[in-house]
């Protein structure tokens, strides 16, 4: 019985489908390609009538968008037209726009894409409208929307068709809306705060800055071998030893990794660096930016995400990795000297640790299986371990530790920064024994840039830097729990051989 009723709703659609080319062809035949349109000159969106009714009541406007919905009256109809404001109601009769435009209307899709010219007015029901005077189909749509969006079996077609919904779901719109306001706000404070905005190279003969593995590609002009960038760090600092005191860039950086509800293979990285300040720099910078954002693109400084709420009003937290895994593992690395004596705290919490691991890593290994979860309220958890911190200044009063904090929010790490290491012989150094993990089979270690030792004994001042995850940013700012949710476009694993 299953399969009969599904081989009939197959001959139903095919049947619908068949049924739309054919109006089509009709109007080509007749002259009245809507594809032939190039233009139509719109004058209101559907959120500015109804916003403004009380001095637009009367006045002519022209609208354009796509029709959600039609009920057909005999001498007189009904649609409803969406456009990127919103939907509003349009009045369509014979007597409005004539008898053989309005003969043309019957025979519209839902879906189709419609201008709509006419007088704004208030149903007797009360619904604000327009009085049609004329209607063009502009664009015909030869597909079938589905009723409830929500309802598909196969959910992952929401994320390999944004296209269909966005157009069946309001607040997936409003949740890239907010996100382009995100990052124009990001971008006005720090404009504000004297920064550059700059670009730098994407493809790379050393995907430097970070601890990924990068996707590997072959140039053929040069016949060389290039990555795609995991960080955009080390060219940014190049920067600042050229003199650019305060840059930063927003860009798409590529790792390769596994997919899960906070990653994604290519994600929106934003990175800073500000000459002649520290990593206490980037904190004040990050709690004055995350609370402009908010109060601009919100209204508040009050997050709530999944029914917890996050205030970005107070000061933010500051701990130091060590007091925070004393405070919620009871372990205090403090009084832990030796590689020995972290092993056998790691054995007695249960904590597995690699043979290559120095003490450092597994400081971070608790740090990642006790404390992260907890930090939930906005906190810079400080000073991490050296081992695991190629790339940041060590502390003048205790070397085995860093100037770097990574900021969390609701248990997620949301930034990372650094007061910068612009020591050229001690970089080396580091990139030395990142030479050596990746050795040991560490795939996502830092490889020896000499063209960065370079710019470093030039001579590079010193400086605060730091980088935003955009992608948890907007995931936390619109309420959506999977990163897929805040790409347009997320990776999909391709089906029968293309993207469907």
Known sequence: MGDTQNKSGEQ?????????????????????????????????????????????????????GRMMSKRIMGKASFCNIQDVKGNIQAYVARDGIGEEPYAAFKKYDVGDIVGIAGEVFRTKMGEISIHASEVTLLSKSLQILPEKYHGLVNTDLRYRQRYTDLIMNAEVKDTFIKRSQIVSAIRRFLDSQGFMEVETPMLVSNAGGAAARPFETHFNALDEDLKLRISLELYLKRLIVGGLERVYEIGRVFRNEGLDTRHNPEFTLMELYQAYTDYHGMMDLTEKMYR?????????????????????????????????????????????????????????????YEERHQKGDILNLFFET??????????????????????????????????????????????????????????????????????????????????FLNALEIGMPPTGGIGYGIDRMVMLFTDSPAIRDVLLFPTMKTLGGKDQ
């Open 292 to 352: 402009f954002v908010a109060q601009e693109v919100l209204g508040t400084t009050t997050i709530t995400y999944k029914g917890t709420e996050m205030d970005l009003s107070r000061p933010f937290e500051r701990i130091t990795m060590v007091d925070a895994v004393k405070k919620y593992a009871g372990v205090d690395f403090g009084e832990i000297h030796t590689l020995e004596e972290a092993r056998a705290a790691a054995k007695d919490k249960g904590i597995a």
């Open 370 to 451: 006790f404390v992260e979860e907890h930090l939930i309220q906005p906190t810079f958890l400080m000073d991490h371990p050296v081992e695991i911190s190629p790339l940041t200044k060590r502390k003048p009063d205790n070397p085995d530790y860093v100037e770097r904090f990574e900021f969390f929010m609701n248990g997620w790490e949301m930034a990372n920064a650094y007061s910068e290491l612009n020591d050229p012989i001690d970089q080396r150094e580091r990139f030395r024994m990142q030479e050596e993990q990746f050795a040991q089979g560490d795939e996502e270690a830092n490889h020896t840039d000499e063209d």
């Open 12 to 64: 139903d659609l095919g049947q619908l489908l068949k049924v739309r080319r054919e109006k089509l062809a009709a109007l080509q035949e007749k002259g009245e390609d809507p594809f032939r349109i190039t233009k139509f000159d719109v004058t209101h969106h559907s959120m500015d009538v109804k916003e403004h009714f009380d001095e637009m009541e009367g006045q002519h406007v022209i609208l354009a």
